[in-house]
């Protein structure tokens, strides 16, 4: 680049401002260390050691860190927001004082808004203390400044007393991430019987703390947690259900019965014994099984292991595998696993016998556990006869959700007795003109019609 003219030398040297600097020792702007080699490419070569000890001030003659300095320059950047790099430099050999384009929103625009900004803070901010710049902030404000996202340190509370006091502010301060952080850093710097016992006291903290150790994984710690905190029924839960990280099933049936002296409330300690004795079960029959060769397994293959399956499935597939075994060993009747299955394969004889019940007197009489009309819906999906599902619609006590199911399956024996029952001739001869004429549903509308004993109500 050409120098500039000598009276132009003479006049900014007479001039009662010196350029703004860019030296290590102006911390306020070592974050444009870059724009100063910018500057210096773009300058005439004046020696560099003629900046020493100047005056911060703008070309405009303004100080750099006034107000009116800074609000021209954000000014300034607004108006060439359009212009992302830097501008483009007049390389004539002569620069007047008046028409120099090197000034510091010139050299500024090439900086986004956004870095601007991200600036800005950094420009503002004493740079006295330095790096303990954090660790000197007061307990109130180093929690607003973690619930805000900025930079923090806890290490400066090191007495218990402290660390209690910054919890307890954290806590104040509702924000989950804060007091989980806080956690954290008590976990590390404190023991856990103290963090333990100060932890009882703190129900929010607590909770907080358990679901930490939860989400990272932690489980002996937080078994040691819950046993210090005497909940020895979550402790013996949470390690009960360790047995979903155990595919083999040998190796979960033994974890089970290790589980049955643990110390669980009633109901659970019955749960997880019909557990134990439920895998140890499907693992006899599963062994059993894969080797059978019997007429069902050839017309109904197995489409999967009965390993790890609920309850209710485990009964289906015995019922409908194992039936005879298991009426005479577990008497599993009035099972609706049981009647699906026996549906299935089409054995009503055995869906009867799960109904029929002895009274003191020694009569037979059918009673189910479920409404009888959704047993009808049961063996119907399972395409029984219609005899069947008429045994059982007659089994429903109210009349007209007998009627109704009667009429939804076609049990026109139902229905046509029904309608004898209610003495109504002219729903009888409306039924009787949607069956065809040679059908014996037919012929027993026309004797009911043509029976004078029946005193109709129309």
């Known amino acids: 680049m050409s120098r500039a003219k000598p009276e132009d030398d003479e006049y900014w040297n007479s001039s009662k401002y010196r350029a703004f600097t ?37 070309w405009s003659g303004e100080p750099v860190e006034s107000i009116s300095w800074s609000v021209k320059e954000t000014a300034s950047s607004i108006r060439s927001g359009s212009e992302q790099g ?104 404190l023991s856990k019987e103290i963090l333990f016992r100060e932890l009882m006291s703190r129900e929010v903290a607590l909770r907080h703390y358990i679901h930490f150790l939860k989400e990272t994984g932690e489980q002996k710690l937080l078994m040691d947690l819950l046993k210090a905190l005497g909940r020895t029924e979550d402790m013996a839960l949470m390690q009960y259900k360790e047995h979903l990280n155990i595919k083999d099933e040998g190796r979960r049936k033994d974890f089970l019965k290790s589980c049955l002296s643990l110390p669980f409330s009633q109901d659970d300690a019955a749960h997880v014994q019909d557990h134990y004795t439920l895998l140890e079960r499907q693992i006899i029959i599963e062994e059993y099984d894969k080797k059978a060769v019997t007429d069902v397994f050839k017309k109904f293959p ?71 009309h959704r047993v009808v819906d049961i063996l119907q999906k399972n395409s029984a006869p219609v005899q069947v599902l008429q045994d059982y619609v007659n089994l429903i006590d ?30 009888l001869v409306s039924y009787r003109d949607k069956l065809e004429q040679d059908s014996p549903e037919y012929r027993k509308i026309q004797e009911l019609l043509s029976n004078g004993q029946v005193r109709w109500k129309n």
Not at 162 to 180: F, P, Q, R
Request: proline share 3%.
């Open 86 to 189: 830097f501008p483009r430099i007049d390389t004539t050999p002569s620069l007047s004082k008046q028409g120099s384009g090197y000034s510091l929103s010139s050299l500024f625009k090439a900086f986004s808004e956004s870095s601007v900004r991200a600036y800005a803070p950094e420009l503002r901010r004493p740079r006295s203390d330095g790096k303990d710049f954090v660790s000197d902030l007061s307990l109130d404000e180093t929690i607003r400044r973690m619930q805000k996202g900025r930079g923090f340190s806890l290490e400066k509370f090191r007495s218990l007393q402290d660390k209690l006091l910054l919890l307890d502010k954290a806590v104040s301060a509702h924000d989950g991430n804060v007091i989980t952080a806080v956690l954290i850093y008590l976990k590390r710097s």
């Open 398 to 427: 109210d009349p007209e959700l007998k009627l109704s199911v009667a009429l939804k399956y076609k049990c026109h024996d139902v229905i046509i007795n029904t309608y004898r029952d209610l003495k109504d001739r002219q729903l």
């Open 22 to 58: 860019f030296e290590d020792d102006d911390d306020e702007f070592s974050r444009l260390k870059e724009s100063k080699r910018a500057v210096n490419s773009m300058l005439v070569d004046d020696d560099e050691d003629d900046v020493e000890d100047v005056e911060r001030v703008s």
């Open 302 to 372: 197995r489409k999967a292991s009965i390993l790890n399956m609920p309850i209710i499935t485990t009964l289906y597939y015995s019922c409908f595998y194992h039936y005879g075994e298991l009426e005479q060993s577990f008497k599993h009747k009035e099972n609706i696993p049981a009647l699906g299955a026996r549906a299935k394969l089409r054995s009503w004889s055995d869906v009867d016998s799960l109904f029929n019940t002895k009274n003191w007197l020694g009569y037979t009489k059918k009673r189910s556990p479920i409404a009888f």
